[in-house]
């Protein structure tokens, strides 16, 4: 792997985790956004931009980082399989636990207070809908959020990919000796899956599986390929999350026929912003990777992912209740708190690292040394 290749993967890794903050800290009534989401609320500007950004821009992101695992993945794949599940386990599976516990154990801790109890109550976050305290939930309800359903719900991301690594011989082999079936067949759970079965998520699944396929055979994603339209792909990466906002404001809400228009146009505008973001940030990324401010940011990357569920949306519903004296007081909840949730996540980290960093070290499962 080439330097600038190396450099390209620790950007958009960064990148695409902190900007997981502003996809989780938007302030919509609709408490929760998947691609077919539309929004029962009037149409201003706080509301369309949250959208926009949230629903829309920034949702390149996780097929983007399913990519760059199963790429660096296949680089290693050389490697023992028992040494690689085991190594995946250390770095994946024990953090999952730790960053669960770590929420639970926050709520835990918010709830013993009335006001910020209030504060917990009033975000919803529970997976299963049970927003009752923990001490009304029970052992075996405390379990299965812990295990199955944590309340740091982005944890469902480093679980998926823990089971893809699981199963990466046979992925490998489908990509090696099957990729003009297994590809297609792949592409097309991504375009229309809407519900993922336990463990296994089929958009991610595709760009996985994409990633294995562009490193073994040898495809060049370092310059930009001639057939490449950067300003194309912008067009419809921006354009295609422009109509869909719009469209999630005006279609009725929980119907097929709403449904439908709008998945197809979210997994399109994800495809052109996979490719826009790819090849068309090369002089961004060599001006920030030259900044010594952005080399030590991302390092916490793995840390900043663990730590801003729940915290993120706890600090933003506070935020919430006590600025709604001010104008535009959402857009600017949208715009600060996640910024200072990621500032904070990093400063945490930084301190962890320095005085405990063999704690740090099992939380990150090794990264970010």
Known sequence: MTRSLSQKFRFFTFVCIALLAYVHGYNLNETYLAPYSTVEEPLTFTTFFEYFVANGLLR???????????YLYATYDHRPYKQQVKNRFRTLIIPYFIWSVFGLLFTFLLQQFPYTANVVAASALDQLGDNRPYTSIGWAGMLERLIFRPIAYQLWFILTLFFFNLFY???????IKLPYIWLPFTFILFFITVVNLPFIDFRGLFFFSVGVWIQKRNFSIEAEPKWFSLGLALI???GLSVVKTFMAFELEPNVWSSWIPLIIIYQASVLAGIMAM???ADKVIKWFTQKEWFNYASGFSFFIFGMHVPLLPYVMKWALMNTSMITYYRLLCYLLVPFITLCFCIWAGS????????????MTGGRGF
């Open 236 to 238: 419809l990466f921006i």
């Open 278 to 280: 790819w090849f068309g």
């Open 351 to 362: 301190v962890l690292r320095r005085f405990v960093p063999k704690v740090y070290a099992v």
């Open 60 to 70: 390149f992101r996780i097929p983007m980082l399913f990519m760059i695992s199963g």
């Open 169 to 175: 011989p046979a992925i490998r082999w489908l990509v």
